[in-house]
């Protein structure tokens, strides 16, 4: 079973369309919990943390089930500009009980937003 | 955008060939990261960097090797570079060990 999974897409959705992505993660002492989202061709850039209470940034809200080890990111309102692929990054631990921010990252989810 | 800066950002090289890929930062960040990205595969960690002249692998360190002797540079080796290398090499930077931020990354080509 992979650390980090994500339901790879395709998702094509018009434009104002509201969009929510899941990722399940394995370990259940994962600390940190992100969604960056990584244009074609360039770097992954961090979009949100996920906090257990739940976030909200604008039209993006992040969710976090610890229990079920599972989050989710929602988008509201599509615009074209949303059009990426959104990654599900998990910071937990590794075997030796050490961390130094050792990220593990899903292999992302494709969005294309159309007019 | 964090001040994160890779160089060179294309190589195309031989195989067998030594290759040093630079990853230098302005942000006085404690931690620094390099990852290689292919598809399939997503983005995985070869090795990073906890301070100066502290390092440690990730989970495809093989056939790399990493230095740091400031805390602005952090230095990928390719000792004798493979086809299985070709690939996006990303470097990070992260103040805490949390959030990391990501340089424009270097497409390097092995033939």
């Known amino acids: 079973r992979k650390e980090v999974e994500q339901d790879p897409g395709p998702f094509n959705v018009p434009e104002g369309a509201t969009v929510a992505f899941n990722c399940t993660y394995s370990?259940?002492?994962?600390?940190?919990f992100f969604w960056y989202r990584q244009d074609c061709r360039k770097e992954p850039k961090l979009l949100m943390s996920?906090?257990?209470s739940g976030n909200e940034d604008g039209r993006f809200t992040a969710q976090l089930n610890r229990a079920s080890q599972y989050i989710s990111l929602l988008i509201r309102d599509s615009k074209l500009s949303d059009s990426a692929t959104y990654l599900c990054?998990?910071?937990?631990?590794?075997?030796?009980?050490?961390?130094?921010?050792?990220?593990?990252f899903g292999q992302g989810t494709i969005l294309t937003v159309h007019p | 955008d964090a001040g994160i800066t890779q160089s060179p950002r294309h190589k195309v090289t031989e195989t067998g060939t030594p290759v040093t890929l630079r990853c230098h930062q302005t942000?006085?960040?404690?931690?620094m990261y390099w990852y290689r990205q292919d598809p399939g595969h997503g983005l995985r960690l070869i090795h990073y960097?906890?301070?100066?002249?502290?390092?440690d692998k990730g989970e495809v360190s093989d056939g790399y090797s990493v230095s740091r002797s400031k805390t602005e540079d952090f230095l990928l080796t390719l000792e004798s570079a493979t086809s299985s290398q070709t690939s996006v090499y990303f470097c990070?930077?992260?103040?805490?060990?949390?959030?990391?931020?990501f340089g424009p990354g270097t497409r390097l080509t092995v033939t």
């Open positions: 996920v906090y257990s």
């Open positions: 990070a930077i992260s103040r805490t060990g949390a959030e990391q931020y």
């Open positions: 990054v998990v910071k937990g631990w590794n075997a030796g009980g050490t961390s130094y921010g050792k990220l593990t």
């Open positions: 942000e006085n960040h404690r931690y």
């Open positions: 370990n259940s002492a994962s600390q940190s």
């Open positions: 960097s906890y301070g100066v002249k502290d390092t």
